[in-house]
Every structure is written in structure tokens, then in C-alpha cells.
């Protein structure tokens, strides 16, 4: 079950603003019931301030008003109406830690998906066209020193991210008529 944000907190509102049951508040919140009498006693929690689950939409005070009136009820949080952030549109960060290993994730986007465009790659990487140009003629700065790894395992983009570009990719040089290059072989099989 999923608990509510700030569970101490939202405890000590709902026993100070509501009649619901110990049980009920604990069951809401993911805590004992004997630690939600405490902090009703003063024991626990002295100097937490109360966080309201109605004002942010985590339970409805219909919901509260009817599992005051049933202490057999429960009370659920809301299913979260409000829509995930999307990264948005501007420059992505990439860690200090990480920043070496962009071209070696480039390199291996060249080697592995030829269908992907620069600026897919640069979309995907959080790089330049220029970059990409000098990991692809050998003019980069540490070009002895790139190996081909995968960007996913890198951490410099996800694995639905990789999919996505190279599906579009591939959709793309179908309208095209050019032919779709068959998906890598995992390094194993290309060594034997």
C-alpha cells in the first residue's frame, strides 16, 4: 500500500482535526496503532506540525466524514489526479561523475543504431552535433581512449528513452524505403 506524504505529519492532523480511530489513522498512515496513541498522549511527535492530506489531495473529507461515522471503514489515499512531470525542454544535465563517459555512450549509439540521427543522439545524450561528429570522424580530444558502452548501463539515458529513438528511427527509414538495419548482437555473440 502507499502511504501518504509525511506520515507523522498527516497523523498528528488527522488526530488533531478528525474523530477517526486510532487503528484507522494507523492503517492510513503505515504506523502501529500503539505509536499513533503516543503522539495523541504527547509522547511521540511533540514538535511536528500537522500536514493535511485534503488540502493536498491525498484523501477527500468525504471520505473522513464517513469513516468517522464507521470505525470498520478505511480510509485509501486518492488516486493521484494530477499528471507526472515530464522533463522539460532545454538542456539536460549530466553529472561532473558522468561527463567522461558521454563519448563512450556516443560511440556506442554510432556503432550499434547507424539509423539514428544526429540529433536524435544529441537529444538522447544531452550533447552536440559537433561532438557527435568528432566521436564519429576520430577527432575527438580522447579518441584513443573511447570504448564503445552502452549509455543506458551508463546512466546517461534510460532504457525507454534508447527505445523510443531508435523506433522513431526506424519508422522513419520505413516511409523512406530504406532498410530497417537488424537490432545489435549482444557483445557475447559478437566475440564468438
Known sequence: MTLPLMPKATAVWLIEKTALTFTQIAEFCGMHPLEVQAIADGEVAQGIVGYD???????????????????????????????????????????????????????????????????QIGKLMGTTKDTIQKVRDKSHW??????PRDPVILGLCTQTDLNGAVQAANERLGREGRAVPPPPMPEAEEAA
Open 142 to 147: 580522447n579518441s584513443p581512449n573511447i570504448k
Open 53 to 119: 492530506p485534503v488540502a493536498n489531495l491525498q484523501v477527500s473529507a468525504e471520505q473522513i466524514r464517513r469513516c468517522e461515522a464507521n470505525p470498520e471503514l478505511h480510509l485509501s489515499l486518492l488516486p493521484n489526479a494530477m499528471p507526472q512531470p515530464k522533463r522539460g525542454r532545454g538542456a539536460r544535465y549530466t553529472p561532473v561523475a558522468k561527463r567522461n563517459d558521454r563519448p563512450d555512450g556516443i560511440a556506442f549509439l554510432l556503432r550499434n543504431y547507424p539509423q539514428l540521427t544526429e540529433a
